[in-house]
């Protein structure tokens, strides 16, 4: 079955036709780094994270890339602030690396995996690579930009699609727009390509003055640079189609560039509702979540409980019901791999039930990466499993072992960390022996010595709990 993909150009699902069988190139936006990373980037990374895994999963090659914003006014304005009195060009440098090195850290801890290619918008400006520079000279050899006073214009009445992500008319556009004071633009939708150098501001050298490149350039230098004029998947925030990326599209296709085909974009991130805002004080760090819930997957069934394309809202009580259904696959997990061990790869003996599942799993990964739909096998899954697991007939032993390696599979794909969350302060084996020893005291009638076992492990993170076939356990989280 094909996968399709919905395409914010043409406002429609499409099949994914690589350019080239079995390759997929894919670029990302990724952060501007002047603060710490929320759940909000969390958002943006894990989306695109399971995409990739997913494409990878069903055999594609993927390149990735995700770009690294290292100097803008958001990053002078914080250099000027952290370092107050030093050297604004060392200043800068100083914040860029320290708020991408916090970015990375909460990326290892999210489990997103790393780009194949993490290039920064500081590496295509030097005298060595002056791939911003050439790519400008260019738009403005072929008459589609302009300098004025040590500025470099993107001409906006050069592009004749102008509007086409955005689905918006250039004429609507015009009307609402404006020159802003120190612009020096023949129109107002004209976009900067390149600033002139302002006094102790980081700067490059460039033919018409030094300065530093406007934030819609680098993603089509980068891009070009490194996964061709013709790329396959281009993806961001709906924050961000204008108008970055209808910049993008511009000014690569007034080089001549073809760019991407498909553009996914997804929903953003509300609190309680509202947007997440500092002066609210709902402004959430990966950091912040956490530290207070200790495991990413609980963030991470939340993102895929609402499909990428749609808005998600997060709430304390919707971390709760994530906590709830973690804990449920995590203890299911549990119980298969105490009763049939890891399996790495899905075993070649089962079927029936347990292979519906995970067809019905792939058809819905299939359309457009619909998470929800995908998660609610697994769930659907889980239950099953639990009805069964305490039964000896061996259909159903083979089906449960078969389930174990298939909800592994489902999880990897999904970047979940089940089995890699939970610390183990007491091993399988251990509890396995208290419980004996448990039940024989309880046979013997010795029951505050039994019950001093039940508390002893319940101090280590071990519930148990005693049911009519026996005395199962789970991991506290």
């Not at 914010?8 to 699902?13: A, E, I």
């Not at 499409?14 to 390759?23: A, C, D």
């Not at 449920?328 to 009763?339: A, S, T």
């Not at 029936?352 to 995970?358: D, E, F, V």
């Amino acid at each position: 079955m094909p996968i399709l993909i919905y395409n914010s150009l043409t406002r429609k699902k499409e099949e994914l036709v690589p350019l080239k069988p079995q390759e997929i190139k894919m670029y990302v936006c990724g952060p501007t780094v002047y603060d710490q990373p929320h759940i909000g980037h969390a958002r943006s990374a894990y989306v695109f994270d399971v995409i990739r895994r997913y494409l990878i999963y069903k055999g594609y090659k993927v390149k990735f890339v995700r770009n690294v914003t290292d100097v803008d006014d958001k990053i002078i304005a914080k250099a000027q602030k952290e370092f107050e009195g030093e050297e604004l060009n060392a200043a800068v440098a100083k914040v860029s690396a320290k708020y991408l090195g916090l970015y990375h850290e909460d990326m290892q801890a999210l489990g997103i995996l790393d780009p194949d290619y993490e290039p920064k918008a500081t590496e295509y400006v030097s005298a060595a690579n002056p791939l911003m520079q050439k790519f400008i000279q260019l738009l403005i050899d072929k008459g589609n930009a302009y300098v004025s006073e040590g500025d470099v214009y993107f001409d906006i009445k050069k592009a004749r699609e102008y509007g086409k992500l955005s689905h918006q008319a250039l004429e609507k556009m015009e009307a609402g727009s404006r020159i802003a004071l120190g612009e020096k633009k023949r129109d107002p939708l004209d976009f900067a390509l390149w600033k002139a150098a302002k006094p102790g501001e980081p700067a490059w050298e460039s033919p018409w003055g030094k300065g530093r490149p406007g934030w819609h350039i680098e993603c089509s230098v980068m891009s070009s640079d490194i996964l061709g004029d013709e790329f396959d998947i281009h993806g961001g925030g709906l924050d961000l189609i204008f108008p970055h990326h209808e910049n993008e599209i511009a000014q690569s296709e007034g080089a001549g560039k073809k760019f991407a085909k498909y553009w996914m974009h997804h929903g953003l991130l509300t609190i309680n509702s509202q947007k997440m805002s500092k002066s609210l004080g709902n402004f959430i760090t990966v950091k912040d979540f956490l530290n207070k819930y200790k495991h990413a997957d609980l963030l991470k069934l939340l993102f895929l409980s609402t499909h990428y394309l749609h808005p998600v809202d997060y709430t304390e009580e919707k971390i709760k019901e994530a906590k709830s259904a973690y804990e449920g696959i995590i203890n299911l997990i549990n119980k298969l791999d105490r009763k049939y061990g890891s399996r790495d790869k899905v075993s070649a003996g089962g079927g029936g039930a347990i292979l519906q599942y995970k067809e019905k799993f792939i058809e819905y990964m299939d359309d457009d990466f619909n998470t929800p739909r995908a998660l609610s096998v697994l769930f659907e899954m889980v239950k099953l499993c639990n009805i069964e697991i305490d039964g000896n007939n061996a259909s159903k032993a083979e089906n449960l072992n078969y389930a174990l390696s298939v909800i592994k599979e489902m999880t990897e794909i999904l970047g979940l960390n089940f089995l890699t969350d939970v610390p183990k302060e007491i091993y399988d084996n251990d509890v396995e022996f208290k419980i004996s020893t448990r039940n024989v005291l309880k046979k013997e009638k010795k029951y505050a010595e039994a019950d001093k076992i039940r508390k002893e492990l319940e101090e280590k993170g071990i519930i148990l709990e005693d049911t009519k076939t026996g005395t199962t356990w789970r991991r506290k989280l």
